[in-house]
């Protein structure tokens, strides 16, 4: 019976790994972007015998370098005693899943980041009445990046 399984890259005599009998898939990193490379895997037996290879060759695909779409809308809105919900609209892009960076400033401050996961809303309760600015952008997989959308909301009584 098989008791582990060997990757190699290329016919090379050196495996990329040596795998579990169970396990049936392994990542590949450190491949070159638009290159063509054979991979071979081998099934190994209790006494060290080894199967002739399966081989499977393929081309890696071009880095994305496109920056999704900038969020179609965004929108504050104070829910009274101090509480503001943000939600803003989908982006756009070939490699998903898509992250949303929301990022605050209040009072003239920098602007600190509040949160980066794939919602397209966020509550919070501030303290102070004033204007606080809320900017969002758009990060794929790849870690490109949209431009900011931008929205202000002034808060005159909690």
């Known amino acids: 019976g098989v008791t582990n399984y060997l990757v190699f890259k290329d016919n090379s005599i050196t495996p990329l790994a040596e795998l579990g009998?169970?396990?049936?898939?392994y990542?590949?990193?450190g491949l070159a972007v638009?290159?063509?490379y054979s991979f071979q895997v081998k099934a190994k037996d209790a006494a060290g015998n080894l199967s002739a290879?399966?081989?499977v060759n393929t081309t890696t695909l071009a880095a994305d370098s496109t920056a999704?779409?900038?969020p179609s809308y965004l929108h504050c809105v104070h829910n009274g005693q101090g509480n503001i919900q943000v939600e803003w609209g989908t982006s756009q892009d070939d490699d998903s899943p898509i992250d949303y960076e929301l990022s605050r400033?209040?009072?003239?401050?920098?602007?600190?980041?509040l949160k980066k996961n794939t919602n397209t809303y966020y509550n919070e309760k501030v303290s102070s009445n004033g204007t606080y600015t809320y900017i969002v952008r758009?990060?794929?997989?790849?870690?490109?990046a949209s431009e900011y959308k931008e929205a202000s909301i002034t808060i005159s009584s909690l």
């Open 21 to 25: 009998k169970d396990i049936q898939t």
């Open 34 to 36: 638009n290159t063509n």
């Open 53 to 55: 290879p399966a081989t």
């Open 27 to 29: 990542n590949v990193t």
């Open 68 to 70: 999704p779409t900038v």
């Open 105 to 113: 400033s209040s009072f003239g401050s920098l602007f600190t980041v």
């Open 138 to 144: 758009a990060i794929d997989p790849s870690g490109n």
